[in-house]
């Protein structure tokens, strides 16, 4: 099964970026942080989110996992050699296992894995370490859950920060590493936002 890959379009990218405007009355992200009421920004993009349908023949559970409720799917010919452990994006201020559903039942679908999509912390509500705190925590579990499966670790945007950090806490805590990583678009160029603040 062939999947199709496009670059968005300056008009896309113009819309976008007047929505976000709109969202955030024309301030730039780090003054709005403090002051956007996230919780209430987060509810129609994730229940938009939930409507896009997820692949057929892919079942999802609620699970609760290291101390979090996340998401796991499962294709209808599971492999138990690899799972597949998936950190959703959104600036870690959006975002969320249940709005990332059809992305995290396509990966199940076409590796035939288990996808675990967690379900972390985020900010401005929940203050650094406590989303890589989340994610840490899944992932021994799955550890234990799962001894013999390889864990592949899979995110895009600020999920693609949070697998390329994953490793590093692991390493640090003399952990074992994931079998992989696969981190689409990841946010880790911090320092637009520190000349944008300063100028």
């Avoid at 976008?16 to 403090?34: K, P, Q």
Wanted: charged content about 25%; proline content about 5%; aromatic content about 10%.
């Amino acid at each position: 099964m062939s999947i199709s890959v496009r670059t968005a379009t300056s008009k896309e990218m113009r819309n976008t970026r007047n929505v976000v405007r709109l969202m955030t009355r024309g301030r730039e992200f780090d003054e709005n942080m403090l002051t956007v009421d996230w919780s209430k920004k987060r509810v129609l993009p994730n229940l938009g989110y939930t409507f896009i349908p997820k692949e057929k023949g892919v079942k999802g559970y609620r699970v609760r996992i290291g101390g979090t409720v996340s998401e796991l799917l499962m294709p209808e010919t599971v492999r138990n050699d690899i799972i597949i452990l998936y950190i959703h994006g959104g600036g870690f201020v959006s975002g969320s296992a249940s709005a990332s559903r059809a992305y995290a039942s396509c990966l199940a679908s076409y590796t035939g894995c288990r996808v675990l999509s967690a379900e972390y912390r985020l900010s401005p509500e929940n203050k650094y370490p406590d989303g890589i705190e989340d994610c840490y925590n899944i992932f021994r579990v799955l550890r234990k859950k799962y001894p013999y499966a390889r864990i592949v670790l899979a995110g895009e945007s600020a999920g693609g920060n949070l697998v390329l950090a994953l490793p590093q806490k692991l390493r640090d805590d003399g952990l074992p590493f994931p079998a992989g990583i696969i981190s689409c678009s990841p946010v880790v160029q911090f320092l637009h936002y520190a000349y944008s603040y300063y100028e």
